[in-house]
């Protein structure tokens, strides 16, 4: 029965033993599978298997490194040269060795979180959140294990990936974030109307086709109209036409064209709930985001869509599933036009030809293995990224880090207009008025 994988942040601790590893004992010893236990437990295992995935131990034990960069974060002494026996040739055990000291200096980028031990808090690292586990599941690789070189260039591409993302998006002015998102969603004769106003509406279209009626878009558009209309006045037939063109975009209808008449529109079976509907909804405004270049954090698109922060994870899911392996150059690609417009003061066009390189790897399970050779190179290319964009957040970033956005002094200090005229705002909780008289006397 395989025994529940420990969470991302408890990398020191032993997850069997939860006792935090070190230099004599509790060696850290990574498995092929990317799990790491400590020397102690591994050796009082019944079958020789990782107790988390199952997967068969094959190499001797005593054979397995010690993992020495999860050892340097324990302030253990970390050998110059472990010799591994499993490697032969001195050409390959160079090259080894080159790719250990890439994933050692990359995980000094952990230290502000060992400092606090078992409480791990990953909001003193330089790095953001999704950067920190990324990092983890790299520091975790076995590179002597077949499985685990495979897994380390997998991990070094996600780590590259995300750093163009953070990059990025570290050249976006967030006040102008949702200016252009809009802009760019009208310019494709769409609309969002604000989270409440979008929502009632696209539970008016649901109402009007879920039991499969085929009406035209002018019945349609009208019937959404009238029924928002008492509680949002501001509904007209041009803007409701906009959200139907959406869900239009994103197939959401199946449609039957007739002679001399409008065509009838009929929600596809699969769209026939309000959650499938939705989520077809956003995914159609993240790919024209995507399409115009924005990169949007999970956080604010839950603010810009549903005004709050509880979609995080929902956002988070449809990103990741409209990413396809040639994202990241794509990335690459709006990383080099960003950087043509600021004049590139800090020259990050030089991690252009690392970034490709991360690019170019297979992220498919079964993708062959890497050369050593290869494996060096990988690590390399995802240390001098990583570096870059630390050095850019340090030196020359002009948001500083992690600096929340800068809320106007006046910022929920008087009653917001709609909610008092018409019980209900558009704009939802990233309405700048306050909405209670609670909000106004935080």
Known sequence: MPVQAPQWTEF??????????????????????????????????????CPFDQTAIATDIEQLPVNTALLQLVGGQVPKVQPVALITSPEDAQHYEEASQCVEELALYLKPLSNTRGNTSTTLS???????????????????????????????????????????????????????????VRARGCQFLGPAMQEEA?????????????????????????????????????????????????????????????SLMQLKEEFRTYEALRREHDSQIVQIAMEGGLRIAPDQWSSLLYGDQSHKSHMQSIIDKLQTPASFAQSVQELTIALQRTGDPANLNRLRPHLELLAN?????????????????????????????VDFIQNHSKKG???????????????????????????????TFAHSQEELEK
Request: charge should be positive.
């Open 12 to 49: 020191l601790l032993c997850p069997i033993c939860t006792q935090t590893f070190e230099e004599t004992v509790r060696r850290p010893i990574s498995l092929g599978c990317g799990h790491t236990v400590c020397k102690m437990c591994l050796n009082k295992l019944h079958r020789k298997a």
């Open 126 to 184: 330089i790095l953001s959140r999704p950067m920190q586990r990324k990092l983890v599941t790299l520091v975790h690789c076995q590179l002597v294990e077949e499985e685990g070189r495979v897994r380390a260039m997998r991990a070094a591409r996600s780590l590259g990936e995300r750093t163009v993302t953070e990059l990025i998006l570290q050249h976006q002015n967030p006040q102008q974030l949702s200016s252009n998102l809009w802009a760019a």
């Open 202 to 262: 696209l539970k008016l279209v649901l109402l009007a086709l879920e039991d499969g009626s085929a009406l035209s878009r002018k019945v349609l558009v009208l019937f959404v109209v009238q029924r928002l209309e008492p509680r949002f006045p501001q509904a007209s037939k041009t803007s409701i036409g906009h959200v139907v063109q959406l869900l239009y975009r994103a197939s959401c209808f199946k449609v039957t064209k007739r002679d001399e008449d409008s």
């Open 361 to 389: 790897i297979d992220p498919s399970p079964d993708a062959p293995p890497p050369t050593w050779e290869q494996l060096e190179k990988g690590l390399v290319a995802v240390k001098t990224v990583v570096h870059g964009l």
């Open 401 to 431: 880090h992690h600096t929340p956005y800068s809320r106007h002094s006046k910022y929920k200090t008087y009653m917001c207009r709609d909610m008092k005229q018409k019980g209900g705002c558009p704009r939802g909780a990233s309405c």
